[in-house]
Antibody
Framework: EVQLVESGGGLVQPGGSLRLSCAAS????????MSWVRQAPGKGLEWVSA???????YYADSVKGRFTSSRDNSKNTLYLQMNSLRTEDTAVYYC???????????WGQGTLVTVSS | DIQMTQSPSSLSASLGDRVTITCRAS??????LNWYQQKPGKAPNLLIY???SLQSGVPSRFSGSGSGTDFTLTISSLQPEDFATYYC?????????FGQGTKVEIK
């Protein structure tokens, strides 16, 4: 059974940093691209980043230069390093496994990041 | 960036109704179009990928169609568990943008 468990969310001040983790199990982690998607309170879904199995990464313009995706295939874990956080980054952050046509076929439960002074 | 526009933004329907949600892309995305269902407080759930392929475990009352820029999600007979918000997403070009969502409510 595929499982994705995010952690690392919390309250952070504007300008601060946070690192999210996503522990994966139930599939060959290194063989699949992974993505991060966020959802601000009461809003729709926003794609944030994707990273291939080998580590090539892609970002939304809204986070480019501030967020970095990485992965440790030996630990079956995905990371999102978030720097220079802004109030508009407040959201539930989901990690998701990607499949054949880049669809997100499995999702974690999400972790809430609140950026506020 | 490719813009995805869903219509309607919300709809009210009765049990057993046939429901259609439309998604339009600002440029051709060939067949890189996915549909997700999200219930309050829960993660999204993949329904349809590649325009019309049904994700494993998803009921056959859900179907997708379209190509190029215009796509449709159809629920053939609305069930109580289908009241939720539905999102389309293009994965043709990064950034992989979502539509704004369509909320399906009980009439």
């Amino acid at each position: 059974e595929v499982q994705l468990v995010e952690s690392g969310g919390g309250l952070v001040q504007p300008g601060g940093s946070l690192r999210l983790s996503c522990a994966a199990s139930g599939f060959t982690f290194s063989s699949y691209a992974m993505s991060w998607v966020r959802q601000a309170p009461g809003k729709g879904l926003e794609w944030v980043s994707a990273i291939s199995g080998s580590g090539s990464s892609y970002y939304a313009d809204s986070v480019k230069g501030r967020f970095t995706s990485s992965r440790d295939n030996s630990k079956n874990t995905l990371y999102l390093q978030m720097n220079s956080l802004r109030t508009e980054d407040t959201a539930v952050y989901y990690c998701a496994k990607m499949s054949s046509t880049n669809q997100n076929d499995y999702w974690g439960q999400g972790t809430l990041v609140t950026v506020s002074s | 960036d490719i813009q995805m526009t869903q219509s309607p933004s919300s709809l009210s329907a009765s049990l057993g109704d046939r429901v259609t949600i439309t998604c339009r892309a600002s440029q051709s995305i060939t067949t890189y179009l996915n549909w997700y269902q999200q219930k309050p407080g829960k993660a999204p759930n993949l329904l349809i990928y590649g325009v019309s392929s049904l994700q494993s475990g998803v009921p056959s009352r859900f179907s997708g169609s379209g190509s190029g820029t215009d796509f449709t999600l159809t629920i053939s007979s609305l069930q109580p568990e289908d009241f939720a918000t539905y999102y389309c997403q293009q994965t043709y070009n990064t950034p992989w943008t979502f539509g704004q969502g369509t909320k399906v409510e009980i009439k």
